[in-house]
């Protein structure tokens, strides 16, 4: 890369002592320290070279490694403002949140709060579900709305407030679907996003004290359209899906169906014991419809193919009757 350049990657900076200036080392220290976020590149120094950088000509090798990544992804550029937080992870491990986004992007009600909303993300849902495996998460001010890839996210140099806390919180939560339980997205569409979308519900609440308010779980709002015939069934392959459908079909109602069973069906401890175990078993595998289904009965002790196929396979309302059948 020119020297000029930073670089942010998935996976863990392997030679920094090759391509950041004494400062940039002393400052990713004492982030690596700090819960607050801590400026590795203010904004006033953006472009300050012999600050920044360790030479001041020709090019640097930035070299990054990442374990058990299906994907990777970087990002490159000499207009970076650039911050960080230690993550702090329940075994006791730490992992590193950090942005990158341009001056265009700064300022606390913009993305001066991206880390904060990453690491609040990160160790949620490691608290909740499965630890982040990734020695850091860095998120990127992209010109596109939001994407992800292990261990890096783009989200919209535009987004402000609760829509930033929002595709961070989305797309920091991939994470878990489809990277650390592989899932085939192409295909099973609401495996991937829907899951994702359910684990986004739980963390919107418990973000800073409820500082941001999620209506996803008000389905009454939606039962017409989500027993509409025309409507395809959530189980339809995402090419398959009309696209003004897919918001529906992919995001919301597997999630709505996944906090359904939580909330109301198996209840909070009987959920989130097989939903880990999912997780933890299917961790770096890539399991299909089948396998979720499958391991989610063996746990909870109990068939619930009345739900899947109500929910998941179609548009019928709940079959009550052949689950009055089952429990007698
Ligand atoms: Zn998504």
Redesign the pocket.
């Known amino acids: 890369m020119p020297y000029d350049h930073i670089v942010v990657a998935s996976g863990e900076l392997q030679n920094p002592r090759q391509v950041l200036s004494k400062t940039l080392l002393d400052r990713m220290e004492e982030a690596a320290k700090s819960d607050e976020r801590v400026y590795l590149i203010k904004p006033e120094e953006v472009g300050d070279n012999a600050l920044l950088r360790p030479k001041q000509e020709g090019t640097l090798t930035w070299h990054f490694k990442m374990e058990n990544s299906r994907d990777i992804a970087f990002a490159s550029s000499k207009a970076f403002i650039w911050d960080a937080a230690r993550i702090n992870l329940p075994s006791g491990k730490k992992a590193m949140l950090q942005s990158v986004y341009p001056k265009e992007s700064d300022g606390y009600e913009a993305w001066g709060r991206s880390t904060e909303y990453g690491k609040a993300s990160v160790e949620h849902y490691s608290e909740m579900w499965y630890e982040y495996p990734y020695p850091v998460a860095v998120n990127v001010a992209a010109n596109v709305g939001?994407?992800?890839y292990p261990g890096l996210s783009f989200c919209s140099y535009r987004s402000k407030g609760e829509s930033l806390w929002g595709v961070t919180d989305?797309?920091f939560?991939?994470n878990w679907f489809p990277m650390i339980v592989g899932t085939d997205e192409r295909r099973h569409a609401w495996m991937?996003?829907g899951f994702?979308?359910f684990i986004n519900y739980y963390s919107y609440l418990a973000f800073n004290d409820g500082e941001y308010t999620n209506n996803l779980i008000q389905t009454r709002r939606y039962a017409n359209w989500l027993t509409n015939e025309n409507r395809e069934p959530t189980a339809t392959h995402p090419d398959r899906t009309q696209s003004n459908n897919l918001g529906m079909v992919a995001?919301m109602k597997p999630a709505m169906g996944l906090m359904m069973l939580r909330e109301y069906v198996i209840g909070h401890e009987r959920f989130d014991n097989a939903f880990r175990s999912y997780i933890k078993t299917w961790a770096y595998k890539h399991p299909q419809p089948a396998d979720f289904f499958n391991h989610f009965e063996h746990v909870v002790g109990e068939n619930l193919d009345y739900f899947w196929k109500g929910w998941f396979y179609s548009n019928d309302n709940i079959d009550l009757a052949s689950m009055g059948c089952i429990l007698t």
């Open positions: 939001g994407m992800e989305h797309e939560g991939h991937d996003e994702n979308t995001y």
